[in-house]
């Protein structure tokens, strides 16, 4: 039955509800996906930061003990390697104290210590050079006793104290970071797989309205051809606006399928972002359980690794689904508004053709024969129309076969007054007498679905075949093949003409 504007106008209304619900959760999806980049990002930094301090202060500290060991042993035996380790060490010491003040800048008290550790270190450094001076002048034995008489024992004892304790401030500062990183990451996730499944119900829903709107979109043009075809004269103006009507429904169907086409792509392009952003948490997630294990939880742990990516992938193979569907609105609207072009059609050429060409390598490979049973009457018709008719018609008949029973398509034909009627049988499984008719429906398929298909190409076939002035028809019992009859007019006319 034709649209009626009220419906129409509802339709209207949930696309375009469909479309800013899309772009909403577009935009909400992005806005986790940059708030959980700057996030992480901000919490990398200063980890890093964190375990850079804590590197820094222990490095020194080895640097310090090896220095020390240089001074005490070259006051016993001047050997000139312990005096190239004692300036080595020596002067990594403070380059080093001066990067534990400039990283602990958000930290007061980290900068009190890091100020009075360099400090004491100068000192600690000012008397090992006195004592290694005092040997190097000769003067041993008193560089032992000055060595006997310091303060260096209690200072290097301070000096420890202090390390440790920037230390285990900047340890506890890591573990409030993961702490805080980790319920991040948690949040996050949910948030993520909560868009996740608003965008695949809306996706869907969205869906089931183009699927019962292609079908009012099929019904209508079947009905319009049917009535050029029996009332031709009595129905004029009932023709041309029924015409008029299924025009309307092409442009509409072309417009809101290419409306559609560009949120879906924005989909497509941010659930590949989401899939980036979370394999990037389950790399710090990784990396945290190496470093730091027990830090992240279990239920976090399978969020990221588990829960994300089976959301995605929903949202993935939903808007996939959807991108077929609409390449299938588009073909059918674009069919429906291309001007056709009569010429004179040899049909056993033409069919030879198909046949040789891109139908060749498929029947070889499903084990499928074609061929033409004496001449086919020849048409005055548009040959993209005709083509595509059988070529549907051909590569469905090559491909479901019964297994271990050769699969035979003839191709045969015959003139009827003004008409030719083309049959196109194979001996392949059949299908079912309820769904002859359901076959040529849109998304409709019957049997098995173990082939690749939409549903779309006998529902493309028949709207062809109405186009052209003509009909099609099934005749089948299962397990003893199929043979689909085209009914076309000799010659083209008008669109429709019968």
Same mark, same amino acid.
């Given at each position: 039955m034709p649209i009626q504007p009220k419906r129409e106008s509802r339709i209207n209304r949930l696309g375009i509800a469909g479309l800013v619900t899309s772009f909403a959760l577009l935009i909400v999806a992005f806005a986790f996906v940059l708030y959980g980049f700057s996030a992480n990002r901000r919490a990398s930094e200063q980890i890093v930061a964190t375990y850079d301090v804590k590197d820094i202060v222990s490095e020194a500290g080895r640097d310090l003990e090896r220095a020390e060991a240089a001074r005490r042993g070259y006051l016993l035996d001047p050997a000139p390697f312990r005096l190239r380790t004692f300036r080595e060490t020596t002067q990594r010491l403070l380059p080093g104290l001066d990067q534990v003040r400039f990283r602990t800048g958000h930290d007061p008290v980290q900068q009190v210590r890091a100020e009075k550790l360099k400090a004491l270190v100068i000192e600690h450094i000012a008397s090992m050079n006195t004592s290694i001076e005092l040997v190097r002048s000769g003067r041993a034995e008193e560089a032992r006793r000055q060595f006997d008489v310091s303060g260096d024992s209690a200072r290097i004892r301070v000096i420890r104290s202090l390390a440790d304790g920037i230390e285990e401030s900047e340890e506890e500062r890591l573990t409030r970071l993961l702490s805080s990183e980790r319920a991040t990451v948690g949040w996050t996730q949910w948030l993520l797989a909560g868009v996740g499944l608003a965008l695949i119900i809306a996706t869907l829903g969205t869906m089931s309205m183009l699927r019962r709107f292609t079908r009012d979109l099929l019904a209508s043009q079947a009905r319009l051809n049917l009535l050029n075809t029996n009332l031709e004269g009595a129905v004029a103006e009932r023709t041309a606006d029924l015409r008029r009507a299924n025009d309307e429904i092409q442009r509409f169907a072309y417009i809101v399928s290419h409306d559609l086409r560009s949120p879906l792509v924005n989909v497509m392009g941010f659930t590949s972002e989401l899939e980036s952003a979370?394999?990037? %948490?389950?790399?710090?997630?990784?990396?945290?359980?190496?470093?730091? +294990?027990?830090?992240?939880?279990?239920?976090? @742990?399978?969020?990221?690794?588990?829960?994300?990516?089976?959301?995605?992938?929903?949202?993935?193979?939903?808007?996939?689904?959807?991108?077929?569907?609409?390449?299938? /609105?588009?073909?059918?609207?674009?069919?429906?508004?291309?001007?056709?072009?009569?010429?004179?059609? #040899?049909?056993? !050429?033409?069919?030879?053709?198909?046949?040789?060409?891109?139908? !060749?390598?498929?029947?070889?490979?499903?084990?499928?024969?074609?061929?033409?049973?004496?001449?086919?009457?020849?048409?005055?018709?548009?040959?993209?129309?005709?083509?595509?008719? $059988?070529?549907?018609?051909? #590569?469905? !008949?090559?491909?479901?076969?019964? +297994?271990?029973?050769?699969?035979?398509?003839?191709?045969?034909?015959?003139?009827?007054?003004?008409?030719? %009627? $083309?049959?196109?049988?194979?001996?392949?499984?059949?299908?079912?007498?309820?769904?002859?008719?359901?076959?040529?429906?849109? $998304?409709?398929?019957?049997?098995?679905?173990?082939?690749?298909?939409?549903? /779309?190409?006998?529902?493309?076939? @028949?709207?062809?075949?109405?186009?052209?002035?003509?009909?099609?028809?099934? @005749?089948?019992?299962?397990?003893?093949?199929?043979? $689909?009859?085209?009914?076309?007019?000799?010659?083209?006319?008008?669109?429709?003409?019968?």
């Amino acid at each position: 039955m034709p649209i009626q504007p009220k419906r129409e106008s509802r339709i209207n209304r949930l696309g375009i509800a469909g479309l800013v619900t899309s772009f909403a959760l577009l935009i909400v999806a992005f806005a986790f996906v940059l708030y959980g980049f700057s996030a992480n990002r901000r919490a990398s930094e200063q980890i890093v930061a964190t375990y850079d301090v804590k590197d820094i202060v222990s490095e020194a500290g080895r640097d310090l003990e090896r220095a020390e060991a240089a001074r005490r042993g070259y006051l016993l035996d001047p050997a000139p390697f312990r005096l190239r380790t004692f300036r080595e060490t020596t002067q990594r010491l403070l380059p080093g104290l001066d990067q534990v003040r400039f990283r602990t800048g958000h930290d007061p008290v980290q900068q009190v210590r890091a100020e009075k550790l360099k400090a004491l270190v100068i000192e600690h450094i000012a008397s090992m050079n006195t004592s290694i001076e005092l040997v190097r002048s000769g003067r041993a034995e008193e560089a032992r006793r000055q060595f006997d008489v310091s303060g260096d024992s209690a200072r290097i004892r301070v000096i420890r104290s202090l390390a440790d304790g920037i230390e285990e401030s900047e340890e506890e500062r890591l573990t409030r970071l993961l702490s805080s990183e980790r319920a991040t990451v948690g949040w996050t996730q949910w948030l993520l797989a909560g868009v996740g499944l608003a965008l695949i119900i809306a996706t869907l829903g969205t869906m089931s309205m183009l699927r019962r709107f292609t079908r009012d979109l099929l019904a209508s043009q079947a009905r319009l051809n049917l009535l050029n075809t029996n009332l031709e004269g009595a129905v004029a103006e009932r023709t041309a606006d029924l015409r008029r009507a299924n025009d309307e429904i092409q442009r509409f169907a072309y417009i809101v399928s290419h409306d559609l086409r560009s949120p879906l792509v924005n989909v497509m392009g941010f659930t590949s972002e989401l899939e980036s952003a979370g394999k990037a %948490i389950t790399r710090l997630i990784d990396k945290l359980d190496s470093e730091q +294990p027990g830090l992240v939880d279990e239920p976090a @742990r399978l969020a990221a690794r588990e829960d994300l990516p089976e959301a995605l992938g929903f949202i993935r193979a939903a808007t996939e689904k959807m991108d077929r569907l609409i390449n299938a /609105i588009l073909t059918l609207s674009r069919q429906g508004r291309r001007v056709l072009t009569p010429e004179r059609l #040899e049909m056993n !050429a033409l069919i030879g053709e198909i046949v040789s060409g891109s139908l !060749a390598t498929q029947a070889e490979a499903r084990g499928a024969t074609i061929t033409i049973d004496g001449t086919l009457p020849d048409l005055n018709h548009d040959r993209l129309a005709v083509e595509q008719v $059988f070529q549907n018609l051909l #590569e469905n !008949a090559t491909k479901y076969g019964r +297994p271990g029973v050769p699969n035979k398509v003839v191709v045969s034909g015959r003139s009827q007054g003004p008409r030719a %009627i $083309f049959e196109v049988a194979d001996t392949g499984r059949g299908i079912p007498p309820e769904d002859h008719e359901r076959v040529f429906e849109l $998304f409709r398929r019957s049997g098995a679905q173990d082939q690749p298909g939409e549903g /779309i190409g006998l529902a493309h076939v @028949r709207a062809l075949a109405y186009r052209l002035g003509g009909t099609i028809s099934l @005749r089948s019992t299962p397990g003893e093949g199929a043979t $689909f009859i085209v009914d076309l007019p000799a010659t083209y006319d008008t669109e429709g003409d019968s």
